[in-house]
């Protein structure tokens, strides 16, 4: 029995509804759908008792509900998520601008609109739009874990956006919406479409990308009927707004526009609710600097001596550089507050911003100089390779990678604990999205008394700048927090809140180099506490145990070094797959079994109909059934059965498959 209903049953629906939509009573246009109550998919029968007509809207909302699962109960919301939730709801208008701290849940906050839009009917497509490929990536796995099934963007036979019926929506990135706009509006004009814009701050970062993505952006989703934008920071925009944001004149400065968000949530926000964000220490570095101007005069010169912006530029240029002084002793500091870090935390790493990729490379050699062990190196020279190092990162126990902007944004690592700041980019944008690797919460790790996070930078005045941006709001969580302290505890009001600014400035430049635990009388080196953290970390109960105190039972027990093999092994289990991967790997097997079956029918002269037979073959199953790019993955399975039978009659001889192919 087919999958569509024939004219005789479709006329014999249309009189049993009386002409009208059987979910909403409009009168039924001429391009109603004949409907199955019980979905096809789900071996419903395509017979006039299994079925419905439906106006087309009422068909499509139906549709988006059947392919959404529960919202997992695992997956609750964080406090503030909520409040943005119920504010989206309550301002209901097109264009809504989110601002959150970098690690405070943003892609799920987003998930949580789509999903809540999609079951009520209100849309039928969502399209995440994000910068990278690696954070396409991240987009996919994130949406399935909430049972959201997302795809990459692929196209049929004509052209069009092809996106099959277990998919409730697509990931795709700016550069490809510059390059595919006309076919994005026409997807958003036909479906009621969500259209999630990550990091939108990107489309003002230079004039030809407000140019190119601002335009290409504003042509593919003008139709949509929804637009939530997303930031890590506000942003602004001088000369080029980017479409469908609000901006408003800067306080500072009301010759420059600024981005006007309809919810923020700050660092300092995330730091009151607690397990959203780590607090954050800067260790400041700072030296004697050389260099030689554009007339060959040589200037030294430290960074608490005044100088004009060219000169200011040269000497940061000259602190970064990779070959100097200056940069190995603050690796080797950095380095040495990670080795104290995984005293407790024994998977925490470290990640290193290089201003350009020939810079990575050389920071990378003085890294392994340091440290012994070869750094992970994420660059766009290496390509695809880049996005599966920083993956294999992400899982594993490495202690650092360098990058240059590929881990600068979107990218989640939680384990990261410590960082370095070896780059001349003074904006703030990019300075806070930086930052945000290293403050996201690890809740595998809350067992800790804490997690604070450690990030070296020179001490450029414009650096510091934006460090003592970020302090102020530490500075005003701290304030509260000790306010709330003392009336639980009757204690007398300080003087002054000015004390506690300068004591909180003081503080972040204190640094520590404990490289062991003592207990009991023994003391414990890093890497045998590393190994003891290994040994219990499938056994319920030693959560909360210090590494110290797993290593003495080990030594009363009298069991040795577990080795080198054992320290490389990992108990990261890999997140849930998302459906679009196992698409990828059915439609592998689909061609993988079209290519054999070929081959077969040649050596048993087996007549194939068409001039192309791998094609002749796909053919025969897309006029019965549905083409693979349109095919959801049970269809796939379907056809990977029909193939294997084909296959296995192709080895008898069976000539009738000519007929069968035709």
């Not at 259209?195 to 993505?213: F, G, N, P, Q």
């Not at 100089?369 to 990162?393: C, N, R, Y």
């Not at 500075?475 to 300068?502: F, G, L, Y």
Request: net charge neutral.
């Amino acid at each position: 029995m087919g999958r569509r209903f024939n004219s005789q049953q479709k006329q014999a629906l249309f009189w049993l509804a009386g002409g009208r939509c059987e979910n909403c009573g409009i009168q039924l246009p001429d391009n109603w759908h004949a409907d199955h109550v019980q979905p096809y998919a789900e071996d419903g029968q395509t017979d006039v008792t299994n079925g419905q007509a439906l106006c087309p809207m009422c068909n499509l909302k139906k549709g988006s509900k059947l392919m959404l699962k529960q919202w997992p109960s695992g997956v609750v919301l964080r406090r503030w998520q909520e409040q943005f939730i119920d504010r989206y709801n309550t301002v209901d208008r097109p264009n809504f601008l989110l601002v959150a701290t970098p690690g405070a849940g943003k892609t799920t906050a987003s998930l949580k609109v789509a999903y809540n839009l999609l079951m009520s009917g209100t849309i039928q497509r969502v399209i995440v739009v994000c910068p990278t490929d690696n954070l396409r990536t991240q987009w996919l796995h994130a949406a399935a874990k909430v049972e959201v099934q997302l795809s990459t963007m692929q196209m049929n036979w004509n052209k069009d956006i092809a996106l099959p019926a277990d998919y409730v929506g697509l990931v795709t990135t700016y550069q490809q919406v510059a390059s595919k706009a006309d076919h994005l509006r026409a997807y958003t004009g036909r479906y009621n479409t969500l259209v999630i814009l990550d990091e939108i701050h990107h489309c003002a970062e230079s004039e030809y990308l407000a140019l190119a993505w601002g335009d290409s952006i504003k042509k593919a989703f003008d139709p949509a009927v929804r637009r939530l934008l997303l930031s890590g920071t506000p942003f602004r925009s001088d000369n080029h707004p980017i479409p469908f944001v609000t901006y408003v004149p800067d306080p500072l400065n009301p010759k420059v526009s600024r981005s006007k968000a309809d919810y923020t949530y700050g660092y300092g926000d995330a730091l009151k609710d607690e397990e959203v964000v780590r607090h954050i220490v800067f260790p400041g570095w700072d030296g004697k600097l050389g260099w030689s101007d554009w007339y060959g005069e040589e200037r030294v010169a430290s960074f608490d001596t005044p100088l004009n912006k060219t000169d200011s530029g040269h000497r940061l240029r000259t602190a970064i550089n990779p070959n100097g002084l200056f940069m190995r002793d603050m690796i080797i500091a950095a380095n040495q507050k990670l080795d104290y870090v995984r005293l407790d935390h024994t998977s925490a790493g470290g990640l290193i911003v290089a201003q350009d990729q020939s810079a990575a490379k050389t920071l990378a050699k003085v890294l392994e100089e340091v440290t012994g062990e070869k750094p992970v190196l994420a660059i766009s020279e290496i390509g695809d390779e880049a996005s599966a190092e920083i993956e294999k990162f992400r899982k594993g126990r490495q202690k650092w990678i360098v990058a240059v902007r590929m881990v600068s944004e979107g990218v989640d690592i939680k384990r990261l604990r410590v960082g370095v700041y070896a780059t001349n980019v003074t904006t703030e944008t990019f300075f806070r999205q930086v930052i945000g690797r290293v403050i996201r919460w690890d809740g595998q790790w809350s067992h800790l008394d804490e997690q604070t996070a450690w990030f070296y930078v020179p001490e450029d005045p414009e650096l510091t700048r934006l460090v003592n941006s970020i302090s102020e709001e530490v500075v005003h969580w701290v304030a509260e927090k000790e306010e709330k302290d003392r009336q639980k505890s009757n204690e007398p009001r300080p003087p002054s809140s000015t004390q506690i600014a300068m004591d909180g400035y003081e503080f972040r430049y204190a640094d520590g180099d404990e490289r062991h635990h003592r207990t009991s009388g023994e003391t414990f080196p890093m890497s045998e506490m590393d190994e003891a953290e290994l040994r219990f970390a499938n056994s319920p109960g030693f959560e909360k145990i210090p590494s110290a105190q797993k290593a003495l039972l080990l030594r009363n027990l009298g069991i040795a070094s577990v080795g080198q093999a054992d320290s490389q092994s990992t108990t990261i289990t890999d997140d849930p797959q998302p459906e679009h991967f196992r698409k990828k790997s059915l439609g592998k097997a689909v061609n993988t079994k079209v290519g054999r079956l070929v081959i077969l029918c040649q050596q048993n002269k087996i007549e194939i109909p068409g001039r192309n037979p791998h094609q002749a073959i796909h053919n025969a199953w897309g006029r019965v059934n549905k083409y693979s790019h349109e095919a959801t993955n049970d269809e796939m399975e379907r056809k990977l059965t029909w193939l294997e039978n084909l296959i296995s009659r192709a080895l008898k001889g069976d000539k009738s498959i000519t007929s069968e192919l035709r």
